[in-house]
């Protein structure tokens, strides 16, 4: 039986890292950033400001589309 290549598989793998460490890398590429920029919509000569950006992955996606992006987090 073949073992395919999932996109999980990229994240994790008992050798490379813990599990946990594993979810959030997975979250904060798949979910995260991409669930902001869908539920924001189109933002095409619009300001955006994001509080709690934390690492900013989706303000910086948003900054290509936007006129002035701003994130701030504590």
């Known amino acids: 039986m073949s073992k395919e290549n999932t996109v999980w598989d990229n994240y994790w793998t008992p050798k490379k890292k813990s599990l946990g460490k594993a979810?959030?890398?997975?979250?904060?590429e798949y979910?995260?950033?991409w669930?902001?920029?869908?539920?924001?919509?189109?933002?095409?000569?619009?300001?955006?400001?994001?509080a709690g950006c934390g690492t900013s992955e989706s303000l910086i996606l948003l900054a290509k589309k936007a006129k002035k992006t701003y994130g701030?987090?504590?």
Request: proline content about 0%; overall charge negative.
């Open 23 to 28: 979810i959030i890398d997975f979250m904060r």
């Open 31 to 33: 979910y995260f950033k």
């Open 35 to 50: 669930v902001v920029v869908y539920l924001v919509g189109d933002v095409k000569d619009k300001t955006v400001f994001e």
């Open 72 to 74: 701030l987090d504590l």
